[in-house]
């Protein structure tokens, strides 16, 4: 079992695409990280090709100098390196790195606010309905897909558009 005392759980604090880098078909974009909970202004940079990543979501990550797993089952010490020309100082952790039953390879575990920002992660996995000890900043997170709507809400979409134009009022005003 690998030691995981080296990982840390970080807050995403911005992602940057890596143009038009890919690996296996994903792109690539890097996340800078803050994993020093006493500077703000230390910020870790990861390349990921992890879909899930958002700014504001806390992660775990490898920082360089720790020890991973590879896919042969050896340990690999984790290096800086140039992925996708943005430099990488660690890596993000999936659920099997850290021994968690569950969880997809290669998705990013998060961990709710309630894990300090530099802490070792959690030995099994969180739920993420716990309450929140640490403050963050509030970050506007995105859904990956929007709702669509039924067959009867397009209908009275449908239908109120029809009464205002019947009525001669602007799409958007009023609401």
Do not use: H
């Amino acid at each position: 079992m690998i030691d995981v005392s080296a990982y840390k759980v970080g807050l995403i604090v911005q992602i940057k695409d890596c143009g038009s880098f890919k690996t296996k078909g994903k792109i690539l974009r890097e996340c800078l990280i803050r994993i020093n909970p006493d500077d703000e202004a230390d910020l870790t940079s990861v390349v990921t090709s992890a879909a899930n990543v958002r700014e504001g979501s806390r992660v775990v990550v490898a920082p360089e100098g720790s020890i991973v797993w590879n896919e042969e089952g050896e340990e690999v010490t984790v290096k800086k390196a140039n992925v996708g020309g943005s430099v990488s100082e660690g890596m993000l952790c999936d659920s099997a790195m850290l021994g968690w039953s569950g969880g997809a390879k290669g998705v990013a575990v998060q961990v709710p606010e309630s894990f300090s920002i530099g802490s070792s992660p959690p030995a099994s996995k969180p739920r993420m309905d716990q309450t929140n000890d640490d403050v963050v900043p509030a970050v506007e997170v995105q859904g990956l897909f929007e709702k669509k709507l039924t067959k009867e809400e397009k209908k009275k979409v449908a239908e109120e558009r029809r009464r205002r134009k019947k009525e001669g009022i602007a799409p958007n005003e009023g609401q």
